[in-house]
């Protein structure tokens, strides 16, 4: 595992992941470009302050697709119950 250097709002990193490289890049990228939003979007928070905002901003994001990940799986479970009674109903 070969560490992988990310650039995150002009500072540098060495990330250690059992992700690939390019996930690496990838994710890095994505918070990079959450942190800049803030940034545009509040003149002069610190780094510390734009940090923790978008780490809710990302965690918000988070937590909405869990929720739609488990609406959708139990919307799936109550198809397929039905779909085993309807079947059950045409065998008997």
């Known amino acids: 595992m070969q560490p992988v250097r990310v650039k995150i709002l002009d500072h540098e990193y060495l990330v250690v992941s059992d992700e690939d490289e390019a996930q690496v890049y990838k994710v890095a ?3 990079n470009q959450k942190l800049r939003e803030i940034k545009e979007n509040a003149d ?5 302050k734009t940090a923790i905002l978008a780490a809710l901003n990302i965690a918000s994001e988070y937590f909405q697709i869990v929720k739609e990940r488990d609406d959708l799986l139990i919307n799936i479970r109550e198809r397929t119950k039905s779909l085993i009674r309807n079947i059950d ?3 008997d």
Not at 44 to 48: A, E, Q, T, V
């Open 44 to 48: 002069g928070l610190s780094d510390k």
């Open 29 to 31: 990228e994505y918070v």
């Open 89 to 91: 109903s045409m065998i």
